[in-house]
């Protein structure tokens, strides 16, 4: 039984929570305008589904699922399902947080916000990005490191951003990141994905899934089919479909980046591995 004795002051809460503060400004990484930066935590799990979005009144919602996500990370997320435009806004909201110093807000007009992203700028595409706004403030997520022996060391606890809001009296939005989201953002544990490639893939879904995840590699490992299955969050059930969308989806990422003048070769062997090269 836990009496008042057993539990912390709010002096001792409080001293806890300043030892855990950041003591220095931070910023995200300053990685180049044509680029957008990316945990590898979030490129290589199931955080941001691959399948079509539905509405957000019908997507499933977790409490503290475990993802699969490539090991030795592990990654626990609260919240509705999310899919890859969200990943698109995400993307666009740490991109221009990066030049100021986190925890301070920064100001933007939807128009050009949509613009970035590649979206069109009528009436439903502002109502669609606050939309997308309002869902990235919903989940949170823990990112734990798995040892050898097996134990977890915590590395990430919180949202993916922190605030978005709109200032009807200027006219603007306004967003604001932790500075502790700096953590996912350390050298080696982050990606710089060609921005362009990205938007180029427009609703290709599943394409934009590999993308980002075979971006966080040099040289990418053979997986089977059912696990890129898993890892790219596809709510489809059926591995010989996801198997045909897969082929489409690799045809899709090479053409892009051969486009621009990178190398992506792939295959899938008789054991169902698939083989990339880039």
Known sequence: MTTNADRPSIEQLAKEAVERAPSAPVQLPLWPDDRRGAPNAILRSAVFSASTPVARVDRQRYVDRLLPVLPPLAVFYTGP????????????????????????????TGRSFLRSIRRNTGKSDHVWLSEAFSALLEPSIRVMQRSPSGGLT?????????????????????????????????????????????????????????????????????????????????????????????????????????????????????????????
Request: aromatic share 12%; charged share 25%; proline share 3%.
């Open 81 to 108: 399902t999310m899919y890859q435009p969200e990943l698109d806004v995400c993307l666009e909201l740490w991109h221009r947080c990066r030049l100021t110093t986190l925890g301070n807000a920064v100001t933007f």
């Open 154 to 278: 915590f590395l990430y606890g919180g949202h993916l951003v922190d605030e978005v809001f709109y200032d009807h009296t200027r006219d603007g939005w306004y967003a604001r990141v932790s500075p502790t989201i700096c953590k996912l953002f350390a050298p080696n544990a982050h990606t710089w994905l060609h921005s362009s490639a990205r938007l180029a893939l427009g609703r290709g879904y599943l394409a934009k899934s590999l993308h980002g995840y075979y971006a966080t590699h040099r040289e990418p490992l053979p997986l089977s089919v059912r696990r890129l299955l898993e890892l790219s969050g596809s709510e489809n059930s059926s591995l010989r479909g996801f198997r045909r969308r897969l082929r489409v989806a690799l045809a899709e990422v090479a053409n892009v980046e051969h486009a621009e003048g990178r190398r992506f070769e792939w295959c899938i062997d008789d054991e169902d591995l698939v083989h990339v090269s880039r």
